[in-house]
């Protein structure tokens, strides 16, 4: 064994009895299985934090507490964890776990739970999500590695079977892998192994394997791994190898080989793609992703052990380096085997050092961590070992130091004997418990298992423990070679008279103590004769062996050699020459050694220390100890050092008169002022301590953070992370213009945030703050949004977070909150739906029916009033009369009489007809304005109000009356009617909701098939969420045979899928179309109101894709009888073919017609037209199949029966021409110009022939009345005004010809002016239309007077009122159209009196009430936050919507499909923008400059908009921008795209909410508490504020004038509390009488700077510096010592620098200084007054400079000292050594004035001191003379 017996013991702390809580917490849950079937792994929580967090952890950090591990429980399929006696989750698997462990994977920053069962790995997050993996063979453990989870096949050979690659392979489904983190939806391809594929070893047989697999990413195959053997690289087929330990932090494997009886080493590289590999076969197939290969090399083998290791660990070296050790219990030996790394590449290549390995003979060991608990080399923490010797005592190792023995405390013995755990224990059978084993060892905590049977867990270390002894240790670790680290580890450790943690109730001040009191033996040992010899030796030759290289090499291989490491003093010396005073030499060189690198290391502390303001009291502490140790080096700098920052605490100190110059101390705050002053460069590095400068240093990682960000702000140049000052620094990501910029990458980068600006002293803080004041008003637009946190900008921080895809909104907000200052967290509001938002408040704004039980029916569109529509409505009631009108779920009111007869009742039923009529249009409206409004809850079934068909009567006390059945057929008028109340229900469901599953899609599916169900898919459909759904589930629905369910699933398949051609998909599409079946398919009877919908599905699917055959099959399908019975509904048939027709070619123009040259000419053959010719009947040689398809054709003879073709193939041309411009198809789609062309055409499709040329020539049409004009035929403008006339020249027959195309042309150019101005809320247009929608209402029936205009009068005399109502609710949804969710005034005025038409005033059917219903609901779309895009998918879904056929009764179906109406859902877009204020999470009015770029109709634009608003398409918007004075100013600038936000990838964009986060200056109030701005930037307050400051006999005016009080106006502009009870307690005269009347205007005058420029974090600066000044004066004027803050005035000489740094230059800002000059002005004036009047400080520093004596005494001597130490500082006077070194030398040079000399070595030090050193060592000098 190497190593030797320690000689100090230390007592166990036992924390309590060791039961694994997983027991305790079943049998609190009552469960009592076998004891025996379980299993438990304790572990750090540190592990599952996330990697960027370094200061706390943000879910688990309440869970840690003493003692406190957190456990993992494994009991059968069950997994608990907790920690101590809480359970925190709960995991439940489907089958039994196999094993479980923690593992980071790839780039994510949360660690995972892997889960390893029989077939499958199940991988949960911490934050809950969760990843199942089936497993395609036996995989029999598994391993983390820093980068993945590593596999490991069983040892068999029942996975070598061949594997498939078919598209049933159940290697991966797509119902077990969530697929949350990944862009765009699930693609069942992206989951299966790809045909010979790189990443796997194909064999001579066909089969696949590797021994080993790396899981690298929970959503990616596991990758093969490959072994290097001579210079190739083969898969890993070494099955033998059993895997026994991998490591977390460092990649490597240990395994056992069974059959070699031999342990091995391995580790895990990545393979480049330039490397041979030895499989050719898969070489020449590698792909781009998949270049690097990860395999294994082998870098140990040891033989000769029979048993696998039952321990390895890993370890750190006493230099930190890694360490292996093999518990090997065969042999009762430890084996440790030290690594070496070497850094090639920016990448670390790990090897075997063949200098370091040792045996320590022990049958338990296990690393913990006990000696350096603070130290991290790296991200590896500093370990050590607990071994157990056979004999078995309890001994620690520090690498192989070996440094104490544990014993069991007396109190184990006691507690055995109170608990009664064994009666026969007495004291002395105590001593016959043993420990036989070692487990669970987790950072200081171990389980120790005794020979009774018990186990208790134990900590090596005392918990709490000093965080300054901490401290020290590390950077002793660090600072120190690690000869002299292990010497004083011995000293602290192993000394018996060492009382460091040698007992258990050791506290924390005695840890300190004990750390000082060896320091202290350090500097006893030479002792001072020993010192004063080699003083008188010093110029000797054996003074310079002693100090040569050679010595020291030799000291250190004699130290490690000596039989007993722990005793150096007795050290043999293999030099049989060497004589005692030679030995005391050696020693008395080697504690000077070590403690010369302690001071350093010690020092480094104390400077970083400094830096943080919690942290005085232990600096007060070191100061003493590092004094100490100074003193005995005789370092007088530094002693000199620490007497000026503690004068009045340190003793004072023996001056020797030395023959060599001490070193001078380094000294952050002289580094920082002197950055700031001249520069980076100029800045010494030699003020910076070593350990600082030093790459692996962490525990002065806080003084390294300031120096680089200080060194960043004056320019210094970057070398990677490596700067020019010497240290490195953590630079994020991101865009910069100017060294601010960079600083503020650089404190993102170190997780520097807020609250770690608040711990720096004021000064120091102040460039940093000026720094993140500069970039606050315009940073760059590609920053992380901690930095937007970093600099208040919490608004940029929220609209970058949800730009970033990779992690959820909700996690970066708790990201954002602990980036902020500890005292903001609670001003976050709490998270409030939009949908309950301020619902209290609107309760009362709600107007309910007057019928108070009916009120509260549940009528779904309660959701709808929140805090948006509050802003943007106020105190107007639309929304609520929306809701009125609307709403279908109460019944009816009736006017009739008070005491009806039979004739009434008759009435009654009657009056309830019509109204049945109008109440089952009302969901058509009601979808449209619910539309995308609320987010379902996962847990809670979808509600669908009810349609009540039923009547009240308010003169019969609202009696209920219901339709007669015997009359009407209630359940047929309802059937679709409850299809579409479904939709209506279903579209309230947000489209970009991300928690749509198929689990609550199957969770609403009734065991019956029903119509709302029917519906509820459609809606889901149409918002894209039907995409979950499997082709299982599908045909489950199709199999059901429900009419209506096939029809909603069918559409909403194909708009979920839209545009995509999903094989599947369309299987099951042309299924249902029967025209298509092959003859010898059975034939299948299916109602023509399903195919019409399959056609228009597969239009759909194939949008855009111009797919040839898709248009063959449609073409034909469009002149096909339907195959059911119906004649009727040929034309409904047709039309659908000609829309999906359309939408396969839609825009595509010429492009689409490809080598199906014939296609429009057969589309105009079924138009009907004077050039038909029987040779272009025939489209395609037809085979057998077509053959008798072709037989069902709507011919007569060769003759098309245009009546029914002619519809559909228009909607075709017009969709495949759409904005083409086409001339050639115009022309040929021309409108009838003469009479007989007017008796050739049918009227209605004059208007389908005008819409689709206004279609095709998309950029004439017009808004206007000329071009209107200009569309209309000279002779039905003729026709028209000779009927006006009254000429009677023309018959009935040609007046009704001529009247009919007049109106058809009119309302076709309605209908196109409201697809070309869709949701654009023209003026032009809304006029226009709104001006021909009372024309046709008074051609009606006159309802206003006539305004003069031109319009032909009379009309209604030559047509039927039918047509002239169609075409006036047709022109009405055109207007609406346009207006889409604007809320019109007007419009809406308009709609309500269409609405109360009743059957007296016109034929009022459901077509139109349909109209009137959906127009309202276009016209407030989606609560008013919706509108329509103008895109061509968005025109072809409005087009279906607005066909000009309207539905005769609520199953009317015949010529369109009421299904289409609610396509519209596809055209629309959320362009509406809100803004919230950021800091109250309320809606605020906020003004944007809303930029729309350049188009060939105008140049680009600006315009502004005051929020709640809606935004121009995306089409064409390029930027908004917040403007005005109250909000801090952000940009958003666009990437224009013709697709809707959800649709073109960019689903994260924050305008997919309409919520745009802002931040409210905090000297401006909110424009809706201060409209004109009367109130803002502290104009009111101000004048408020003044009267505080007035004398006593003005108070009480003052006071009755206004009873405001100073926190109250603050309250008004600041939500911040810091600034509040600011306020209160140092403002208000009321509650602060007795305060010094200066000191309370100074505190307002500072108030209102912070308030007004937003800076509250300067109020602590500014308190700061003044309170420097006012405890200066407090001690010069006071007869006695006061304890006044040191480091305070070199925070003020710091910020004084940064003044003068701003005067030259050197920093510059946008605004000028943060703190103003004049006010740091007057504190450096004020304080050099101080200085200047101080009593009789001209001779306490003339003794000072003369001999380095300082005041001493009693307080009088403590305040002398004090007013030294400040103008020491405060003048940079040089030390004592350095002026009479300097005096010395100048005494040889005659020089009638020392000033520009002294001035001249010493440029850091004031003129005032040259002076007065100048001046004293004149009188001196006088005096010697």
Request: net charge negative; aromatic share 8%; charged share 20%.
């Amino acid at each position: 064994m190497t190593g030797s017996v320690a000689t100090g013991t230390r007592e166990l702390t036992i924390i309590r009895e060791f039961k694994p809580y997983g027991l305790s917490a079943e049998e609190l849950d009552g469960s009592k299985p076998p004891d025996d079937d379980y299993r438990y792994y304790l572990f750090d929580p540190q592990g599952t934090k996330q990697r960027d967090d370094s200061e706390e952890l943000e879910d688990a950090s309440a869970l840690t507490n003493d003692g406190s591990d957190h456990e993992l429980f494994i009991r059968g399929n069950r997994i608990m964890w907790s920690t101590g006696s809480r359970v925190y989750k709960r995991f439940m698997l489907p089958s039994k776990v196999m094993k479980a462990c923690w593992c980071r994977m790839g780039d994510m920053s949360e660690a995972l739970l892997c889960v390893l069962e029989v077939n499958s790995l199940t991988i949960y997050g911490v934050s809950g999500e969760v990843a199942s993996i089936p497993l395609p063979h036996t995989i029999t453990s598994i391993w983390p590695l820093p980068f993945g989870l590593l596999l490991q096949h069983a040892p068999d050979c029942n996975f070598l079977t061949k594997m498939s690659f078919s598209s049933t392979n159940p290697l991966l489904s797509a119902r077990d892998v969530f697929r949350s983190k990944r862009d765009g939806g699930y693609s069942p391809q992206n989951n299966y192994f790809p045909m010979h594929s790189p990443d796997f070893g194909i064999r001579g047989d066909g089969t696949m394997a590797s021994s080993h697999l790396i899981l690298k990413d929970p959503f990616e195959v596991p990758r093969l791994t490959y072994i290097e053997e001579r210079g190739k690289f083969n898969v890993m087929w070494e099955f033998d190898e059993r895997t026994i330990w991998t490591s977390d932090y460092v990649p490597l494997m240990a395994s056992y080989n069974k059959g070699k009886t031999q342990h091995s080493l391995w580790v895990v590289e990545a393979l480049n793609s330039d490397l041979e590999i030895s499989n050719t076969k898969s070489s020449g197939l590698v792909s781009h992703d998949m270049m690097r290969k990860l395999f294994f090399r082998r870098i140990w083998q040891g033989k000769g052990s029979q048993t696998a290791a039952s321990q390895v660990f890993m370890v750190s070296d006493l230099d930190g380096a890694p360490i292996i050790c093999f518990l090997l219990q065969d042999q009762k030996k430890l084996l440790s085997l030290g690594l070496q790394s070497l850094e090639l590449n920016n990448e670390v290549i790990y090897d075997m050092n063949p200098d370091v390995s040792w045996c320590i003979s022990a049958i338990a060991a296990a690393a913990v961590i006990v000696t350096r608990p603070k130290a991290k080399l790296g991200q590896l923490p500093m370990t050590d070992v607990i071994a157990l010797t056979p004999e078995s005592d309890l001994v620690l190792y520090s690498g192989k130091l070996c440094l104490c023995k544990y014993i069991m405390s007396s109190a184990l013995g006691k507690e055995l004997l109170f608990n009664n755990i064994k009666l026969s224990v007495t004291n002395t059978a105590n001593h016959d418990l043993k420990i036989v084993s070692l487990t669970d060892a987790v950072e200081g905590r171990i389980n120790l298992v005794l020979n009774n049977g018990q186990i208790y867990r134990c900590a090596l270390r005392r918990s709490p423990s000093s965080s300054l002894t901490n401290d020290c240790i590390a950077a002793m670790a660090e600072g120190l070679n690690s000869t002299l680290f292990a010497h004083f580890l011995v000293l602290l450790w192993s000394d018996g008279d060492s009382a460091y943690l040698a007992k258990e109730d050791s506290n924390v001040d005695s840890e300190w103590k004990s750390f000082c009191n060896v320091i202290l033996q350090m500097c006893q040992k030479p002792g001072p004769a020993s010192q004063l010899l080699a003083d008188s030796v010093s110029n000797s030759s054996w003074e310079f062996l002693v100090k040569s290289k050679y010595h020291k090499q030799y000291l250190r291989s004699n130290y490690i050699a000596s039989p007993c490491p722990g005793k150096p003093s007795v050290m043999q010396n293999s030099d049989s020459s060497g004589s005692v005073v030679d030995r005391h030499n050696a020693d008395i060189s080697f504690y000077m050694e070590l403690l010369t690198q302690t001071l350093d290391s010690l020092h480094a502390v104390y400077e970083t220390l400094k830096l943080d303001t919690l942290r005085k009291r232990d600096l007060g502490l070191l100061v003493v100890l590092l004094y100490n140790v100074a003193d005995f080096l005789h370092e007088v700098s530094y002693m000199d050092h620490y007497r000026r920052d503690f004068p009045g605490v340190l003793k004072d100190s023996v001056i020797i008169k030395y023959s060599w110059s001490p070193r001078t101390p380094p000294s952050l705050f002289r580094w920082l002022e002197n950055c700031l002053l001249h520069g980076c460069s100029a800045a010494s590095i030699c003020d910076l301590p070593h350990l600082i400068r030093k790459d692996s240093s962490c525990i002065v990682n806080w003084a390294r953070k300031i120096i680089s960000f200080y060194s960043l702000l004056c320019g210094a140049d970057q070398s990677g992370k490596k700067l020019s000052s010497g240290v490195t620094c953590n630079v994020a990501s991101g865009s910069y213009r100017t060294q601010e910029e960079l600083t503020v990458l650089a404190m993102v980068g170190e997780n520097f945030g807020l609250q770690h600006l608040d711990l720096l002293p004021a000064g120091v803080s102040l460039p940093l703050r000026h720094a993140l004041d500069k970039c606050r008003e315009s940073p760059p637009t590609n920053w992380s949004a901690a930095a937007y946190v970093l600099l208040g900008r919490e608004d940029l921080a929220l609209l970058r977070s949800t730009e970033t895809k990779s992690v959820k909104l909700d996690d970066k907000k708790l990201n954002l909150k602990s980036a902020s200052t500890p005292y903001m967290l609670h001003l976050y509001p709490v998270t409030i739906p939009s949908s309950v938002l301020d619902t209290l408040e609107l309760d009362s704004a709600k107007v309910e029916d007057v019928d108070a039980l009916e009120g509260t029916a549940k009528d779904g569109m309660d959701h709808i009033f929140n805090s948006s529509t509050q802003l943007r409505y106020g105190r107007d009631l639309r929304l609520n009369e929306v809701r009125r009108l609307l709403c279908s779920a109460r019944p009816v009111a009736i006017q009739t009489p008070a005491n009806p007869t039979a004739s009434d009742q008759d009435l009654q039923q009657s009056q309830l007809w019509h109204l049945a009529q109008r109440t089952t249009a009302l969901p058509f409206g009601r979808g449209a304005f619910t539309l995308g409004t609320i987010c379902t809850i996962l847990t809670e079934a979808l509600t669908v109000p009810k349609l009540v068909l039923a009547g009240r009567l308010p003169a019969q006390q609202n009696a209920t009356v219901n339709l007669d059945p015997n009359l009407r057929n209630i359940q047929e008028l309802k059937s679709w009617p409850e299809f579409h109340n479904a939709v209506a229900a279903g579209l309230r469901l947000a489209p970009l909701q991300g928690k749509m599953s198929r689990t609550w899609i199957l969770y609403n599916k009734p065991d019956d098939p029903n119509i709302t169900h029917a519906g509820l898919l459609f809606a889901l459909g149409l918002h894209g969420h039907l995409r979950v759904l499997t082709i299982t589930d599908i045909f489950q629905y199709y199999s059901q045979e429900h009419e209506s369910t096939t029809v909603g699933l069918m559409i909403g398949l194909a708009a979920s899928y839209r545009g995509t051609m999903q094989p599947s998909i369309s299987k099951s599409l042309y299924v249902h179309l029967p025209a298509r079946h092959p003859s010898s398919f059975p034939e299948l009877e299916l109602p023509t109101l399903i195919q019409s919908a399959a056609l228009v599905s597969v239009g759909l699917l194939y949008e855009g894709s111009s797919h040839p055959q898709t248009m063959q099959i449609l073409l034909s399908e469009i002149g096909r009888r339907s195959g059911g019975d119906n004649v009727l509904e040929r034309e409904g048939y047709a039309v659908s073919a000609g829309f999906s027709l359309g939408i396969v070619a839609l825009g595509r123009g010429d492009a689409a017609i490809g080598s199906i040259d014939t296609l429009v000419d057969r589309l105009f053959q079924y138009i009907g037209g004077k050039e038909l010719y029987n040779d272009r009947l025939q489209f395609f040689t037809p085979s057998a199949d077509e053959y008798n398809r072709n037989a069902g054709q709507i011919t007569d003879g060769n003759q098309v029966n245009i009546d029914v073709t002619a519809p559909g193939a228009i909607i075709a041309l017009a969709l495949m021409y759409l904005k083409t411009e086409s001339e050639v198809i115009v022309t040929r789609l021309s409108i009838p110009q003469t009479h007989f062309d007017l008796l050739y055409v049918r009227p209605d499709f004059i208007l389908l022939r005008v819409i689709a040329r206004n279609m095709i020539m998309w950029s004439r049409v017009r808004p206007s009345e000329d071009w209107i004009d200009s569309l209309i035929p000279d002779v039905v403008k003729n026709g028209v005004k000779c009927l006006e006339n009254e000429v009677d020249d023309t018959d009935d027959m040609d007046a009704e010809t001529f009247v009919q195309a007049y109106v058809n042309i009119l309302v076709g150019t309605c209908i196109s002016l409201g697809l070309k101005f869709a949701g654009t809320r023209d003026g032009n247009t809304q006029e226009l239309l709104y001006k021909y929608v009372i024309y046709f209402l008074n051609e009606i029936k006159p309802v206003c007077a006539s305004d003069g205009n031109r319009f032909p009068k009379g009309l209604s005399a030559y047509i039927d009122r039918g047509t002239l109502e169609t075409c006036l609710h047709l022109t009405v949804l055109s207007l609406c159209v346009v207006m889409a969710g604007s809320g019109h005034l007007q419009t809406f005025r308009l709609l309500k009196f269409l609405r109360t038409r009743n059957s007296a005033d016109g034929h009022t059917n459901f077509g139109t009430q349909m109209a009137v219903s959906l127009a309202i609901g276009f016209l407030f779309l989606g609560g008013g936050m919706w509108t329509f895009s103008t895109s061509n998918s968005s025109i072809a879904a409005l087009l279906l919507t607005l066909y000009p056929r309207l539905p005769t009764g609520p199953n009317d179906n015949r010529c369109h499909l009421q299904a289409f109406r609610h396509l519209y859902v596809l055209a629309t877009e959320a362009r509406w923008i809100q803004t919230v204020d950021v800091d109250s999470g309320l809606p605020v009015y906020v003004p944007l400059e809303v930029t729309v770029q350049e188009t060939e109709r105008h140049a680009e634009t600006s315009f502004c908009e005051v929020t709640p608003c809606s935004l121009p398409e995306r089409a064409m918007l390029k930027s908004v921008r917040v403007c005005g004075p109250r909000y801090w100013p952000q940009l958003i600038e666009l990437s224009p795209s013709e697709k809707p936000w959800w649709s073109s990838g960019d689903k994260n964009h924050p305008f997919n909410s309409g919520v745009l986060y802002v931040k409210r200056k905090v000297g401006a109030c909110s424009y809706l508490d201060d409209p004109i701005g009367s109130q803002s930037l502290l104009s009111r307050a101000m004048h408020k504020m003044s009267g505080f400051t007035q004398p006593i006999s003005c108070t009480q005016s003052i006071e009755s004038t206004s009873a405001v009080t100073v926190d109250q106006l603050v309250s008004i502009f600041s939500s911040d509390p810091s600034l509040i009870a600011f306020a209160q307690l140092f403002c208000n005269s009321s509650q602060n009488s007795r305060s010094n009347p200066d000191f309370q205007e100074f505190c307002l005058q500072v108030l209102f700077e912070c308030v007004s420029k937003d800076r509250p974090a300067l109020l602590q600066v500014y308190l700061s510096l003044y309170s420097t000044i006012g405890c200066s004066m407090d001690l010069v004027s006071s007869d006695t010592s006061i304890n006044s803050d040191l480091f305070s005035l070199s925070s003020l000489k710091i910020a004084i620098a940064y003044t003068e740094a701003l005067l030259n230059g050197r920093l510059t800002g946008s605004k000028g200084e943060i703190v103003q000059s004049t006010f740091l002005g007057s504190l450096r004036k004020r304080f050099e007054e101080i200085l200047n009047c101080s009593f009789n400080l001209k001779s306490i520093f003339g003794a000072y400079i003369k001999s380095g004596e300082w005041p001493t005494g009693d307080s009088l001597g403590i305040k002398a000292a004090t007013i030294l130490s400040w103008y020491l500082q405060w003048y940079n006077v040089p030390y004592p050594i350095d002026i009479r070194r300097f005096e010395e030398k100048i005494k040889k040079i005659e020089k009638p004035s020392s000033v520009p000399l002294l001035r001249l070595v010493f440029p850091e030090t004031h003129i005032a001191a040259i002076y007065l050193i100048h001046n004293l060592w004149t009188s001196s000098s006088k005096i010697e003379s």
